[in-house]
Structures are given as structure tokens and as C-alpha cells.
């Protein structure tokens, strides 16, 4: 069976030789035809059969070194390729070169997909653990610091109480970030009131509220959803922290609202987050949810990272929520916070 396959190969790329070959002499018979050479046709018959017999022999020898390669090229495969492969089968030496040099690039190509993917999976195993060593130092700060509030209140205990507080905020943040790729395997849902979520996440940034001397309102409203609380309180205490940040007079309003982001009262769909800030350049807000990008804003404040507006994207289209944001510059952004109607 293999012989007859690799006969056929060897033909096919011999064919046109062969046929070359022999219009050639058809051509040399039909002259000496035409013009009647005395002896030609006898002189050429003899000339003929001493080529089809050195021919032959040279045919015969290239056929049998032909078979040769196909054969050695035949085990290289089948020693290299026992995996499946959908790659069409060997019918020519041609394709079986083909062949291996697609095979040895999608080994190499799985070699380094592999090896990427250990050294991402190590990279997020590191950054998980440095992130919880970080918070026994913080924790231990955290105490210290109140003996000194009992020791009497002063205006550096504060603001370090303030830093410490960013320090922690930022150390969650670099967790989150490195537990995103891992997100669907850490969701869990359950059907929570947003409300309550939003006032956890206020009493917990209280302090840079107190610090900051910037007023503060909280509407009543009810936004049920289907919707993982952890990772939601990530969300909007992300949102808390910039509005916090990059707002230095006026204050921060919290509130239910309709889809166009306007004041409602009563079950809503959606969440607003509004601040009196310095705002967004109307060129920045089409990249603000991409990594790393910080714009105008974040050039200025040179502290700024562009990750946690990337982060908030990334988590709420995750939990199949929506984020939008509208801003004028100097006049102050507001971040709208959607959730699916309850069915």
C-alpha cells in the first residue's frame, strides 16, 4: 500500500518530465518523416533504444532513492505526530514537509502559551500573598494609632489615620487586580438591596469624608439586583475614592434615577454618584475605561493610576451590570451604576 501511494507521488512529479521527453522524440520522428532523411529513422531507432535503456535504469535508480526519503520523512512524522492531527494526509513529499513545519510551529506555540500562562498564574499567586502580609503591618498600624487618639486627638494623628486608610484602600485595589482574571470563579450571587450596600461602602470611607471637609447627601431610594456584594462594594467604593479625590470644594451626592441619570425616588434601575469635582476633558471620556489610561486629569495629579475605572468596567460587565459616565470639565462627574429590572 505504500509503495503504490508513494509510485503515485513520484509520478505526478515526474509526469511533465516524461511527457517533455517524449514529445520530444515525436517531434524528432515527424521531421525525419517530412523530409526523408536516408537512414535517419533507422540511426534515431538505434539512438532511442540505448536512451530507454540508460533512461530506464536512471529511472529506476531515482525512484528507489525517492521511496528512501519517503519513507524516513513517513517515521519523522509518525514519531513526532502520534498526536491527532487535522492537517490533510501525506500524498506527496511536498506536503509531508508542509506538514511538519506547521506541526513543529503549533508545538513551539504551545510550549510558550504554557510557560505565559505558569508565569501569570505565579505572578497573581505572589501579589495575592504580599497583599495579605501588607495588611498585618496595617492592622498593627491601625491599633497603634488609636492609642494615640486615646492619648489625645491631634491633627497628624488624623491625617495619618487618612493615609494608613489609602494605603489599605490601594492594597485592595492591587488584590482585585490580581484576582480578576480568576472573577467568574469567585462570584457569588444572591439578590441583595444596593441601598444597603451603598451606605456600608459611605461609613467605610467616612473617614476621608471627615478629612476632606466636603459635604455630603444620600437620597432614599430601593435597587434590587441579582448580584455579587463583595466585588459590588469594590465597585462603588472605587467610585467613592475618585469622586473623594478629585473633587476640593462642593460635595458628593449619592441617589436614585431614572436612565438619563435624573433624580427618582422610589424601586429604581439605576444608581448615581455625583460630585462637584474638577471633571472630565470631553476628549478623555470615550478611554477612561481603558487600563493605564489616565488622561488630563491624571497627568496633573500625577498619582493617579488609571486602573480603577478599568477595574469597575471590567467587574460590572462581568456581573452583567452597566457603567456610564457624564462629565463636564470644572463642573463635576456623575457615574451611573445600572442593574438589570427585576423580571
Known sequence: ??????????????????????????????????????????????GLVIIFFFGGVY??????????????????????????????SVDNLKEAIYQEIISAGEEEMRQMVTEYDEKKRDMADYYTMWIHQIKTPIAAMHLLLEDVHEAGVSPVGKQAEEELFKIEQYAEMALHYARLDSLSSDLAFKKIELHEVVKQAVRKYAVLFIGSG????????????????????????????????????????????????????????????????????????PRIFERGFTGYNGR?????????????SQIMGRLNHTIRVKSKEKEGTKILLGFQQEL
Not at 2 to 26: D, F, P, T, V
Not at 300 to 312: A, E, P
Open 1 to 46: 500500500m505504500a509503495n503504490r501511494r508513494i509510485g503515485k507521488a513520484y509520478i505526478q512529479e515526474h509526469i511533465w518530465h516524461a511527457a517533455a521527453y517524449g514529445l520530444g522524440i515525436l517531434i524528432l520522428f515527424i521531421l525525419a518523416g517530412l523530409y526523408g532523411y536516408e537512414g535517419a529513422i533507422a540511426n534515431m531507432s538505434y
Open 59 to 88: 529511472t529506476v535508480y531515482d525512484f528507489v532513492r525517492y521511496k528512501k526519503k519517503c519513507l524516513k520523512l513517513e517515521e519523522i512524522v509518525c514519531k513526532e505526530g502520534a498526536r491527532e492531527s487535522s492537517l490533510p
Open 214 to 285: 466636603l459635604s455630603f447627601s444620600m437620597e432614599d431610594f430601593s435597587c434590587k439586583a441579582v448580584t455579587d456584594e463583595k466585588w459590588m462594594s469594590f465597585v462603588i467604593e472605587q467610585i467613592l475614592s475618585n469622586a473623594i479625590k478629585y473633587t476640593k470644594k462642593g460635595g458628593i451626592s449619592i441617589y436614585g434615577a431614572n436612565e438619563e441619570g435624573e433624580k427618582q425616588a422610589g424601586i429604581v434601575t439605576y444608581i448615581v454618584i455625583e460630585d462637584t469635582g474638577i471633571g472630565i476633558c470631553k476628549e478623555d471620556l
Open 300 to 312: 496633573m495629579d500625577k498619582k493617579s493610576t488609571g486602573i480603577g475605572l478599568y477595574l469597575c
